[in-house]
Structure formats: structure tokens, C-alpha cells
């Protein structure tokens, strides 16, 4: 069972449609779809989807598919699905799109996905959504194109022809977050925060509006949390400002150096940054990072070495989750004896932080099988089973335990 919760999902073809939930048109090219949403006065809602996109695949297995979801969008969209990638199993239909598929990624610029595309009835550009969401989120989303004073391009226009407007900046931070154009955010973010004092700036308000534009460094909201932590920290009951000032910066400076495709030395990393931000102590933030940088790059012996250390330095603050998912790495990955027994500990420590959770004894147990100690790792899965509720994927782990009692392998 893979401890790094992910979903399952099943593979969409170009055009879906159901009996309950959203409606996608089937059989209609782009004029005819937009001939139809004339006739009905409806909007057109486009999912802009790939075959390999694990969250399109999330989307339409589980949120497109709800009640709630289909009374909302056939009542005020004409919906459509366009795949955006070429594959050999396409059928007929997925090829007589991807002319205007190839035009949709250029014309509107669809860059990630999935990316949720909205037009008014003529078939213009309205609004556009980045990425998915549970239901009601992704409803709330797409109600926002049907108000002019929220549409993502409308906005943008507006903004574009009056920057200095305060009140179409907030509006346009916000719509450009969803639409995940984190250029235009960052710019209308600090036009927001230029027109306030320090004191009205650092009010319990503003801490997601500073927090989301200072994502970006060196930015007017990067630079007002460094220049005033305390100030942050009295506001922000999430974060201090030095935690996530000091993981930003690392991590900008690993990823860097990961498409540079250049080894990363976080000793130099440390030190460069020490140099240009005296004031950030990345000490915390560059020993959580290597771990995850060490299991990026399969070099389990560094991720052990280096979860060690975070753990002896900092395991009051490390997670259960964080312990347990690090443990399953290099349960999966690693047959090094040192290193299964390394993370046989940090999934013990797990489960005292945690104690009796099913999925974090599945990972002390098969830790323990492939130890050698059968028989503990079996009574520990037992465990594990008998712990499961109705929503918990029991067979997964009676399959573990089946595997374990046949002495089969658990891993692959």
C-alpha cells in the first residue's frame, strides 16, 4: 500500500457523460458547442484535460460525477472536454480535436493542467480556473465567471487599463490565484499593500495576502516579513515569518539547482544565503529539505543520514506523517539492512506520536517483514486490520497480510 496518499483514477476520454453529475457534450465540434450555448443562453465551461494528468483523472472520477456538481454546471454551463495530449489508444473523436486542441493551448495559453477554461455564450474568454478542488471549492471557483466583477479576463482588463486602482487590484490578486498567473498576482498583491501603512498591513487580515505574495522573493511582501518578523509573528498563528521565509529561499535555491541539473551542496547554499539575508536562519529549513532532496534523487543512504539528523535536532516539530512517509520511501526503495532499520525507527516513532493508526503500523509491519521478523510483522498488520474502519481500503492490507503469511515479497 503506497503511504503517500494518493488516488486512484480512472482514465477520461475526450467527451464524458453520465446520468447524474456534469453533462459533457458529446459529437460537437467547437462552432456547434457554441451555437448551442447561444440557443440556451448558457456560458461554456471547457476542462482543458491531459491523459497523464493525475488531478484531470481526480476530477473526473470523483467531482464531475456528483449531484451537486451536475445540477450546478448543466443549469448554467454548456460543458465540453478537450484533451490537450496525443496518445496512441486516442479513438476518432479525441483526433477530430486536436487541431483545436493545439489552438485552445496557444490562443489561451494553457500551460498546466488541468486548466478550466470559461466563455461567455459567443465563445468569448471570460474566466479561467488553474487546477481542481473538492466540490463546493470548485463550485465557488466557477461561480465567480458568471459575475463580471470576478471573471478572471475581465478583470485582467481592467486592471491592465487602471494598475493603480486599489479595489480591482484585491479583486484581481484573488481571481489571479485561481487562475494560477502568479505574475499578475504578485503585481496586483503589491499594489494592495502599497497603498497601506506598515500598521494596516500587519493586522490579522492581511497575513494570507502577505504570505501569498511573498511567495515570490524579493518581492515588497517578501521583503516586509524579513524586515519585520516580530511584527508577523504576532499576526500569524500558521507560521512564523523566519520558518517560511527560510524554506522559500531554500527551496528556490535546490529547485535552481535541480534544472540546472547541478549537484546541490546545501552547505554552500546555507552559506550564500547567510550572506545576502543575514537575518533568516535557514539552518532548520536546509535539514528538512535534504531528506526530501535525497529521496528526489534515489541516493537512499544520504536520506537516511540526513533524516537522522533532522530528527535529532528537530523531532519534536517533525510530523507523524512526515515520519511515516519517509520510512515507506525507503521501505519501497531500499534493501540496505542499516537503512530498514533506521526506518523501522522513525515508523516507531510515528506511531508514538500517533499511536494505533492503521496505515502507520502497515509501515512498521512490513518494515518488519522485510527485517526478517515475521512473525512480529504479522501480529503487527493483524493489528493494523483490526483497527480499520468502513472508508479504510481493507483488502489492501489483508493482501499485505496474506503475502506475509506466505512468505511472498511485499514490496516490489
Known sequence: MRKLILILFLVPTLLFAQSEGVKFEH?????????????????????????????????????????????FFNAKFINAKIQMDKTKEDNEEVKSWYTEADRFAKDYKVAAYPTFLIFDSKGNLV?????????????????????????????????NADPQNTTIAK???????????????????????????TDQIFTKENVELLLSSASIKDSKAFNLIKDNPAKFDAISEKVKANDFLAKL?????????????EAVDFAAIEKELAQKYPTVNTEKASLEMQPRYFSYTKNYLG???????????????????????????????????ACLKAASEW??????????????LDTFANLLYRLGDKDQAIKTQEKAISLLTANDKKEDYVATLQKMKKGEKTWE
Open 347 to 360: 515508523s516507531k516513532l510515528s506511531l508514538e506520536k500517533e499511536k494505533d493508526t492503521p496505515m502507520y
Open 171 to 197: 479583486a484581481m490578486a484573488a481571481a489571479a490565484k485561481d487562475a494560477y498567473d502568479k505574475e499578475t498576482q504578485a503585481k496586483a498583491e503589491g499594489i494592495v499593500l502599497s497603498s497601506l501603512s
Open 27 to 71: 459529437g460537437l465540434n467547437w462552432n456547434q458547442i457554441k451555437e448551442k450555448a447561444t440557443k440556451e443562453n448558457k456560458f461554456i465551461f471547457v476542462d482543458c484535460f491531459t491523459t497523464w494528468c493525475g488531478p484531470c483523472k481526480y476530477m473526473t472520477s470523483t467531482i464531475f460525477p456528483q449531484a451537486k456538481v451536475g445540477d
Open 303 to 337: 536520506l537516511r543520514d540526513s533524516f537522522n539528523k533532522y530528527i535529532a535536532k528537530y523531532g519534536s516539530t517533525i510530523t507523524a506523517m512526515e515520519l511515516n512517509q519517509m520510512a515507506w520511501s525507503i521501505f519501497e526503495n531500499c534493501d540496505d539492512p
Open 249 to 261: 529561499l531554500v527551496g528556490e535555491a535546490v529547485n535552481t539547482k535541480i534544472q540546472a541539473k
Open 127 to 159: 474566466h479561467r480556473i488553474v487546477g481542481g478542488g473538492d466540490a463546493d471549492g470548485f463550485i465557488a471557483k466557477a461561480q465567480k465567471a458568471l459575475d463580471p466583477n470576478t471573471q478572471y479576463e475581465t478583470l485582467l482588463a481592467k486592471f
